[in-house]
C-alpha cells in the first residue's frame, strides 16, 4: 500500500490533527472527529452541519467558514460518522436559532443523522434535515435505498450556507436547500480504484485498458465497466445522462462542477470542461458559473463526477453570495 | 494510459482553453500558450511573468491575479516554453514599468527565458529575472546545472506579487523577490511515477514497496530509492535536509508549504503536516504560516514536497498582503 500515513486505524484523528494545524480558522472539537468554525456562535443564525465518511477531503472540513458549513463530523474512511458525533457537531455551533443538517443519502449516513437530530430535539435544539440524491446513475446502490448523494453536495452547502448568513428561518435555508437538491444531478466515471488504508488493497479491480461509468464516491459498483474513451465520450456519456434526467433544456441556465476524485491531474479536468461546455453549447444550456476542481474526492481515485445545478434568480444570487472556507472563497461584501 | 484526455499532442491547448472557459478572469492571448489577468494594464504596476513546462498545474496559470501573477507561459508537458511564447506574455501585460521574470531552474527555462527577455529588451521593455533554485536533494541534475527549482516558486510569486502590488520599482521587485529565494529550501519524495501523455508510459519504474526521496517534478532521478517509510519518518527525512541546509535555526519563523505532487490525498498531506509540525516545534522553529494543497504537480504523481521560507519582518508582511488568484486566495484591502 503506498500512502504517506503512520498507522491505518489512526488516519482519520491524524489528519484532522494536521488540518487545524494548518488553518488556525477552523478549530476541533476536544475528543471528537468534529471542525467548526472558529467564529461560529453568530447570534441569530441558523446553523448548518454536515459530514459522513472520510476520504472525500476536502469534503467536508474544507467547506467551514463564512457563507457555508458552521460544522462538519468525520466518521472513519467511507464510514458513517456515529450519531454521539453528529450530536457533539450539532451541539457545538449551536446558536438557538435550529439546525439544518445536510446528509448525503447512505443509508448509515440517513440512519445515524436522523438518530442525531432526535437526541438534538430532546436536547431542544429545532433540527431540519435534507438528504441529497444527486447520482443519477444508479436507483438503488450498495449502501443506498434510491439515488446516491455526491459531488453536487458541495452546491447545497453553497446555496443553503449563504440563505443562513442572511439571518433566514431554519424552515426559509432548508427551503432554498431543497430547491437546489431538486434541480441538481450528478454523474461519475472511474480510470482507478481507491486503497482503504486499514484494507491495504484496492477496493475493485479494473483492467489497464477500462473505465467504470456511474460508480460511487466508495468504489461501489457503477453501470457499466466499458473500454476507456476520450475526454469527449466521457463528457458525452456523463452529460447526456445527467441532462436527460432533470431535464435541462435549452435556454436554462446552470452552474457547472467538475470534480476530481483523488488523482486526476487539474490538465484532464480542465480538458473534461473544455468537452462539457461544448456539450452544454450544443444543447443551448447556458453555463452561469463553473467550478473545476477536487470538491469530493475518493482518496486516490482516478476519475471525475460532472454536477449540474439548474440557476433561477434566488439560487443564482445566493451562488453568487461571498464563501469564506477552505477551498471555496468567493469576494464581495460579508455581513459578518 | 489511463487518461482523460483527447488526442495527446493537443492536451496544452484544449487544457489552456478548458481553464479560460471555467475561468472568466484569465484570458487566453489568442494563438499563444500564454495566460493574462483580464485586467492587467494597471498603471504604475511591474509586472511578473512566470512558466514553464505543463502538467505541473495548478502551476504557473493558477496563480495568475491580484498580488501574484500578471502572465504564465506553458511549454508542452514538462518542456520549456519557447522564447517567442515568454516574450509573447512580456509584451501582454506591459504597463511601461518593467517585467521581472520568476524562472525556475532548469537549463531549458533559463535559456529560453533569457532569449526572451533580450527580444523584450530590443523592443524597449525593461527586464530582470531571478531564478529559483529551493531544491536541496541534488546539487546538479538531469536538466540543470545547479539545483532546481521546485513548488517553494509559489512563495516568490507570492512575495513579489505583493511588493509589486504596492507599486515598487523593479529593482525593489527584484530585491524581495531574491531575499525570498535566498530564504527558501525544498525537497521531496514519491511513492509513484507519472506519465506523460505523449510518451504514453510512465517515466521511471518503482516496486510497490518502494520510495524515491529527493526526486524532481519532472520524474528525473532523486537521491535515492528506499523502501516505504512510515509519514514521520518521510518529514524527518526531508525536514532535516531542509533546515540542516540553510540552516533554519531555533526561533526562526517560517511558512511552510505542503505540496501535493498530484495524486497524493489531503488526508496523507495533512497527516505529514502534523509530522512537521511537530518537528518544527521540536527544532524550535515557529511556523508562521501553513499551506497545504497541490500547488505544483507532476500530473499524476503520488508524494509530496515540503517548502520552507524563513520569514523577516518584510516577508511577513508581503505574505500577508491580499491575494486572489485560482489557487490562493487571501483577504484584505486591495488597492486595486
Known amino acids: 500500500m503506498k500512502k504517506i500515513i503512520n498507522d491505518p486505524e489512526q488516519v482519520v484523528d491524524e489528519m484532522l490533527t494536521g ?4 488553518h488556525p480558522e477552523i478549530v476541533r472539537v476536544n475528543g471528537f472527529n468534529v471542525l467548526i468554525r472558529k467564529e461560529s456562535k453568530k447570534k441569530d443564525k441558523v446553523t448548518l452541519i454536515s459530514g459522513g465518511g472520510s476520504g472525500h477531503e476536502p469534503a467536508h472540513g474544507g467547506f467551514i467558514g463564512y457563507g457555508m458549513l458552521d460544522a462538519a463530523v ?3 474512511v467511507f464510514t458513517s460518522p456515529t450519531p454521539d458525533q453528529i450530536l457533539e457537531a450539532i451541539k457545538a455551533v449551536d446558536t438557538g436559532k435550529g439546525s439544518l443538517l445536510i446528509v448525503k443519502n447512505y443509508s448509515g ?3 445515524n443523522f436522523e438518530m ?5 430535539e430532546m436536547d431542544g435544539i429545532e433540527i431540519e434535515q435534507v438528504i441529497i440524491n444527486d447520482d443519477v446513475a444508479v436507483e438503488d446502490s ?3 435505498t434510491g439515488r446516491r448523494g455526491i459531488a453536487g453536495t458541495i452546491f447545497v452547502h453553497k446555496i443553503a450556507g449563504a440563505m443562513a448568513e442572511k439571518g433566514a428561518s431554519l424552515s426559509e435555508v432548508k427551503r432554498v436547500a431543497q430547491k437546489a437538491i431538486n434541480n441538481l444531478r450528478s454523474k461519475g466515471m472511474a480510470l482507478t480504484s481507491c486503497t482503504v488504508p486499514s484494507v491495504g488493497k484496492p477496493t475493485f479491480e479494473i483492467a489497464e485498458d477500462e473505465m467504470e461509468v ?3 464516491i466508495h468504489g461501489e459498483p457503477g453501470v457499466e465497466k466499458i473500454k476507456i474513451k476520450s475526454a469527449a465520450e466521457i463528457a458525452e456519456n456523463l452529460v447526456d445522462s445527467i441532462v436527460e434526467d432533470l431535464p435541462f433544456k435549452s435556454g436554462d441556465e446552470v452552474a457547472l462542477l467538475i470534480n476530481g476524485l483523488g488523482s486526476t491531474p487539474l490538465m484532464e479536468l480542465y480538458i ?5 461546455q461544448d456539450l452544454c453549447r450544443k444543447r443551448g444550456i447556458k453555463v452561469y458559473k463553473t467550478y473545476v476542481d477536487e470538491y469530493m474526492t475518493s482518496l486516490e481515485m482516478a476519475g471525475a463526477s460532472i454536477s ?3 440557476l433561477d434568480d434566488e439560487l443564482k444570487e445566493l451562488l453568487d453570495e461571498p464563501a469564506d472556507t477552505l477551498v471555496l472563497k468567493q469576494g464581495g461584501k460579508k455581513d459578518d
Open 74 to 76: 468525520s466518521g472513519e
Open 214 to 216: 456511474g460508480l460511487g
Open 272 to 276: 473534461l470542461n473544455k468537452s462539457v
Open 308 to 310: 449540474m445545478l439548474k
Open 142 to 144: 450498495t449502501y443506498t
Open 19 to 22: 488540518m487545524v494545524m494548518a
Open 116 to 120: 442525531a437530530s432526535e437526541m438534538a
Open 109 to 111: 449516513d440517513v440512519m
